[in-house]
């Protein structure tokens, strides 16, 4: 086993807006190229056959095009949690921080780790997700709009700004009903969300978000859709010292989808709601309250994804 590991082509590819610098294990060749299409080309060719993993760090919309191309041509990918990866390269005890370094810390915890290919999201739930994303924009940009209307004492200032919320909120409307059409093209995803909407608690947005952010729901034990979240405790302790747990990493935007819908069911949930009532009767902050139930809400939407039922009274 250890011999075949040894053996194993394993790439590390650091991705930025314009490069893509990419290294090689075992024989440590190294290399840069274009983060285009004429650059991918040129790094299919130098990639070759035999491939074992290609590992790499999602970087916001920069290393959509690459996924998308590498996994048409059947490569098998890895894409890393970049707080793992850091602590990864100062386990490896590194300081310096460049594009290489960061390639080579890549490749070598793939290999080191025997990190397992994962399939890359269907055409569909990208464009999902990139919709889902650029809403999440436009939410932010209207309560910047909305926060600068209480300054200006200028007619203009203030026509001008109208103007802007107006149009966002045009934006917003329109992709509403661009998500919604495309979930209801896929009978999968029509299915997957109105089980979820089934939950006192998850809107359609809602929804769409655990959709497009989680799509491995219904296909992971508790523990590790909790963890995958962000929302599973980490124990803290050393000798007889115990420290408080604590929630650590984990999907974001996940957990900001389901802060609304989690002070939602923790009123009007009947089984989440007496959860939440004990957590505050325990002495309990009601952020850490709060964060119980999300993960509550996370762990019952895999279990019935998993089981394809919609949710009744008392399966939380």
Do not use: C
């Amino acid at each position: 086993m250890g011999e075949r590991k040894m053996t194993e082509t394993t790439i590390g590819i650091d991705i930025s807006k314009h490069h893509l610098d990419v290294h090689r294990l075992p024989g440590g060749q190294s290399a840069r190229f274009s983060n285009d299409k004429a650059g991918t080309k040129q790094l299919i060719l130098w990639l070759g056959a035999g491939v074992r993993r290609i590992v790499y760090e999602p970087t916001g919309r920069y290393h959509l095009a690459l996924e998308r191309r590498l996994d048409e041509r059947d490569y098998p990918l890895v894409k890393v949690n970049p707080w793992q990866a850091k602590r990864f390269g100062e386990a490896l005890g590194k300081r310096a921080k460049t594009d290489k370094i960061d390639a080579a810390t890549l490749a070598r915890m793939g290999a080191a780790l025997a990190l397992e290919p994962q399939p890359v999201r269907p055409g569909i739930l990208r464009d999902l997700n990139e919709m889902v994303m650029a809403r999440l924009a436009l939410v932010k940009d209207r309560t910047a709009a909305k926060n600068r209307a209480k300054g200006p004492t200028l007619a203009l200032l203030r026509r001008q700004n109208a103007a802007r919320l107006r149009r966002i909120e045009a934006d917003l409307e329109e992709l509403d009903a661009a998500i919604q059409a495309l979930i209801e093209k896929d009978e999968a995803l029509r299915a997957r969300q109105a089980i979820l909407l089934s939950m006192p608690g998850i809107s359609t947005l809602t929804a769409a978000a655990l959709l497009a952010q989680m799509p491995e729901l219904g296909a992971l034990d508790h523990s590790a859709a909790a963890s995958l979240a962000g929302l599973a405790p980490v124990t803290r302790q050393s000798g007889q010292w115990r420290g408080k747990a604590h929630i650590l990493g984990g999907r974001a935007l996940v957990r900001e989808a389901l802060y609304m819908p989690a002070l939602v069911a923790a009123r009007f949930n009947p089984d989440l709601k007496d959860f939440y009532t004990r957590l505050i009767n325990a002495g309990k902050p009601p952020k850490v309250a709060v964060t119980a139930v999300m993960r509550k809400l996370i762990i019952l939407a895999n279990a019935l994804l998993r089981d394809e039922r919609k949710w009744t009274e008392n399966q939380a």
